[in-house]
């Protein structure tokens, strides 16, 4: 049986700070996403941090079209045809980087309002910068490859909460067998979801 690390939270009394630097974080993220149409994809809609909102709406849609391409990936969580996406430029991509940084090295920085503990290990001020570097590499890796693929009439991207540790315990390494797979990207606020991204054959191109 998998063995799940425990986190903690050590608040004190005056806990506002820890709200206010959950709050710059899930505010953040928002920043990136709104459930808007295909017409207005890409930078307007593109979820980073949490559940990709305008993808888990379109799984009504798209669905039908995944299950005829033999895709059926497990927790899913949305689609998104790359066809109508836009991608990011790169000052927008440089950006969003630069304030997840900022945002998690605050999250995870102890205060005298609060500490973040792993285990029962305090986050120093060497492990913060280390959880901010990975959350940025992480989202410059998940941006790129969505820039990677937009506009492509072949691809379809998968949202699904099976990253990280998930992978495994999911089914990952089968899937990455499968012909229609191309290649994943964690998310970059919370690696347990991932964007996966598969080949397809769209009935209009039959």
């Known amino acids: 049986m998998k063995q799940w690390k425990t986190y903690w939270i050590w608040y004190s009394e005056e806990h506002s700070e820890r709200k206010r630097c959950m709050r710059n974080v899930v505010n953040h993220a928002l ?8 017409a207005k994809s890409g930078t307007e809609c593109m ?3 949490n559940m990709d909102l305008y993808a888990y709406g379109q799984i009504e849609n798209l669905d039908e079209l995944a299950k005829k391409n033999g895709i059926d990936i497990p927790r899913l969580r949305g689609y998104r045809l790359m066809a109508e996406m836009t991608p990011f430029s790169d000052e927008e991509i440089e950006k969003n980087i630069r304030e997840v940084y900022k945002d998690t090295l605050e999250l995870y920085t102890p205060s005298k309002h609060c500490a973040v503990m792993k285990g029962r290990k305090l986050y120093d ?3 913060a910068k280390g959880e901010a570097r990975a959350h940025a590499k992480r989202t410059r890796k998940q941006m ?3 820039n990677r693929y937009c506009g492509c009439k072949d ?4 949202h699904a909460r099976i990253g990280k540790w998930n992978w495994a315990e999911y089914g990952g390494p089968l899937i990455s ?22 080949r397809i054959k769209r009935d209009d191109e039959e």
């Open 47 to 49: 979820e980073i941090g």
């Open 31 to 38: 920043k990136m996403k709104t459930a808007q149409s295909p």
């Open 144 to 146: 790129e490859m969505y």
């Open 155 to 158: 691809v379809l991207m998968v």
């Open 177 to 198: 067998m499968e012909k229609w797979f191309i290649e994943k990207a964690d998310d970059g606020y919370d690696p347990t979801y991932c964007d996966i991204y598969v």
């Open 125 to 127: 001020k060497r492990q």
